[in-house]
């Protein structure tokens, strides 16, 4: 069975003023961009143990655990009391609901892929990766990156830092959640932050270290969707009504 985790205990970056609901629950064409991530997500074969991050605040307001187990029947909601120092710790903070022997994938709640994500998974399995990457490519600091070395093996990440042009689209394969835990503590103690914040991207220089090997899948910007503001919803929505 698979690990995902979707955290979605961040701040929201939607900027207007009518939003009164979680982002996670901000609709796009009708349908609820949760509902969204999840099937894009759930298009992988197999089964699947679901694992949501959420705020307290968004489930004691809006009930955003409720709407998720309609949503998700099986999913196991991880609901933080208090912000975390980034999204390491709250990940972390799954690791009772965590199979640990079992591969992980974490992927952030506000995006979707173009692509049939079973391709990208096996390509990770059968290149025996330790841990692999989706990139797209870019140069602004927002994002986090990869640096590839001439065998186009991922050698160095960085957060909020363009260490070249294949920036990571917040989706991280790990080959067992076990894995994930231990290079996860491991940073968090050489005290790898970002402005006092633990990012993931970092946690994978640790696997580096360990001389285990890292991929990065490429794909192009038209298949990724990230739905950081109010104007990349109305694109991605735009979009969609074009090619109805």
Not at 44 to 71: A, M
Not at 144 to 151: A, C, F, G, K, N
């Amino acid at each position: 069975m698979l690990n995902i985790i979707v955290p979605l205990a961040g701040p929201t970056s939607l900027e207007s003023r009518d939003i009164i609901f979680p982002k996670s629950l901000f609709e796009i064409n009708g349908i609820p961009l949760i509902e969204l991530v999840f099937n894009n997500l759930n298009m992988i074969n197999g089964d699947k143990n679901f694992i949501f991050i959420l705020k307290k605040e968004d489930c004691d307001k809006y009930h955003l655990d409720n709407s998720i187990k309609i949503l998700v029947p099986n999913a196991k909601c991880v609901i933080l009391g208090a912000e975390t120092k980034g999204s390491v710790c709250s990940c972390l903070m799954a690791l009772d609901d965590m199979i640990l022997n079992n591969p992980l994938i974490i992927s952030n709640g506000d995006q979707i892929f173009d692509i049939d994500l079973n391709t990208v998974l096996d390509f990770f399995i059968q290149n025996k990766a330790a841990s692999g990457v989706i990139t797209f490519d870019s140069i602004h600091p927002k994002w986090s990156y990869v640096r590839l070395d001439e065998h186009g093996f991922v050698v160095e990440t960085a957060e909020k830092n363009p260490l070249s042009r294949n920036a990571i689209a917040g989706f991280y394969y790990f080959e067992s959640a076990k894995l994930f835990v231990d290079v996860a503590f491991k940073s968090i103690l050489n005290d790898a932050n970002v402005n006092g914040m633990y990012y993931v991207a970092p946690t994978i220089n640790e696997v580096i270290i360990e001389n285990k090997k890292v991929l990065n899948y490429k794909i192009s910007n038209d298949k990724y969707h990230s739905f950081y503001s109010m104007a990349k919803i109305a694109e991605y929505t735009n979009l969609r009504n074009e090619n109805k």
